[in-house]
């Protein structure tokens, strides 16, 4: 009888375990460093309207000089102040709530060019800080999915970059994993489904992008943080990415975002051991995007679920 090979032995399989908010506040992004020369995460995604982004930026190209990483933008779209006028956009010099911005998009009636000129901002003070391109894009609250959103993003990217050296965090999953997991499940199925639109656009365009998207949860410590990344680790797609929310809260994190408490519960888990072990137990190893082959195998949904929730961070 022919004997199985043990779990153990099988090579390990790369995951991209990437930090949002990069710049957000110190706390967050001294922590966010930290785990990187720790080994513990492959990317960071940054946001550049933030005043600590150009704080943090030489301490970020210090680590990751040492401890390699992508750095990517974390397009911010939601809650903060613009780097541009945002006309028709921003209100009161302050960028929409998630609650008035998904309405809009799902209506089509989201002022492009508004979008186009904060992105170019966005991306500007990202070069002008790191000296270089993001090595990926995504978006705060997952905005980057979004109608009249998604197609801004693929177009400047196009223009401005050498095809296919900016990856894109696609947040589509198969329902089956979403059922799986059994985690945020009303949360995960609608991301799933706003993100179809996106993960379409980048395989007719040939953006590069991640196959497995895994973090969502409700930020309410009823299930140990522990568990919950069990699950996302568990029957992970081919090309997979974990996102993570580690930081250390601070008054300016305070004074800036209501996701303060629960960043420090994900910190704590992510410099243990027993972040080591599960990744171990899954068969994974954090990696950078690179590590992923090229085309992202194409992903089948299902009838969209009801769209009229106002948070979907």
Known sequence: MNEQPSTDRLPARPIIVCADDYGIAPGVSEAIAGLI??????????MTPLPDWKRRAGLLRKTVATHPADVGLHLTLTDHVPLSAATGFAQA???????????????????????????????????????????????????????????????????RYPAGSVWVRDCCEPLTRCLQRRT?????????????????????????????????????????????????LAGSGPRPLVHVHPGRVDDELRA???????????????????????????????????AFARPAPAISQTSPP????????
């Open 306 to 313: 009801d769209a009229s929730s106002g948070s979907i961070r």
């Open 93 to 159: 010099g302050r960028l929409p709530s998630m609650g008035r911005l998904l309405p809009r998009a799902l209506a089509r009636a989201l002022p492009r060019q508004a979008i186009r000129t904060e992105l170019c901002a966005q991306l500007d003070a990202f070069e002008d800080a790191w000296n270089a391109p993001p090595d990926y894009i995504d978006g705060h609250q997952h905005a980057h999915v979004l109608p009249g959103i998604r197609e801004v993003v693929v177009e400047e990217l196009l223009r």
């Open 37 to 46: 020369a720790a080994g513990r995460l492959s990317a960071t995604s940054c």
């Open 256 to 290: 800036c975002d209501t996701l303060t408490t629960p960043r420090e519960t994900e910190l704590a888990y992510l410099a243990s051991p027993a972040f080591a072990e599960d990744l171990a137990a899954a068969g994974l190893h954090p990696a950078r995007f690179a």
């Open 184 to 232: 945020a499940l009303p949360k995960a199925l609608l991301i799933s489904t706003l993100g179809v639109g996106l993960h379409r656009l980048l395989r007719r365009r040939g953006l590069p992008a991640n196959s497995g998207f895994a973090g969502l949860h409700d930020f309410s410590g009823r299930i140990p943080f522990r568990t919950l990344m069990q699950s996302f």
